[in-house]
């Protein structure tokens, strides 16, 4: 339902729903409710909503087009902190196998979250970003187990300000098709190790 170039398949898929569901309605002594649409199905199909629908990811305010997106309120973010802030020279270097080379004077800041908190290691070395105050911070160097790097050179920040990992930017649907993947491998993947804050009105 996510791909309408895949619409004729999409179709055959509501005419056997149909046929199985007037077989089936017919020998029972009452008239079931139905559902088939996910969260692309509700927005590209309306006409096949029927009784009921099932939002899967549109609750978490995640879609899987532009239009969904523009939609769907963000609903979850990933933040922690900063946890220190180092200058670094010319000719050093940051991350495992030396991955990320300083070529000029720059601040460094370390962020405590990584691979094992969910994290995936292809959002490094320079493809990723964090948000400190309002600004891009790039993840230089690979992400770690524990923790990453991130380039605050130009951003006025201090240990134990806040750091936005992903949320309404960078958004979750970024991040995913950076590193090859689908937004629900990214919200899944954030391991059980990280606090979970539940917030209602």
Not at 29 to 53: A, C, D, W
Not at 108 to 134: F, H, L
């Amino acid at each position: 339902s996510d791909d309408k170039k895949l619409n004729e398949f999409t179709q055959l898929q509501f005419q056997r729903f149909d046929e199985m569901y007037n077989a089936i309605a017919a020998v029972l002594s009452y008239i079931p409710i139905r559902h088939i649409l996910n969260t692309s199905g509700i927005f590209n199909y309306p006409e096949k909503q029927m009784e009921m629908v099932r939002l899967g990811i549109g609750l978490y305010g995640i879609g899987n087009s532009e239009q969904e997106l523009q939609t769907l309120e963000n609903v979850s973010t990933l933040k922690t902190i900063i946890s220190q802030i180092r200058e670094v020279l010319p000719g050093e270097s940051i991350g495992y196998s030396r991955k990320y080379s300083v070529t000029k004077k720059m601040k460094v800041a370390t962020i405590p979250i990584g691979y094992a908190d969910g994290i995936r290691r292809a959002w490094g070395n320079e493809k990723g970003y964090v948000i400190i105050n309002n600004e891009k911070a790039t993840i230089l160097g690979s992400v770690c187990m524990d923790m990453m790097m991130v380039d605050v050179t130009s951003i006025f920040c201090k240990p134990g300000d806040e750091v936005i990992v992903f949320g309404k930017n960078p958004k979750v649907t970024e991040m995913a098709t950076v590193v090859g993947t689908i937004p629900y491998e990214i919200l899944t993947g954030i391991s059980q190790r990280v606090k979970r804050i539940f917030y209602k009105n």
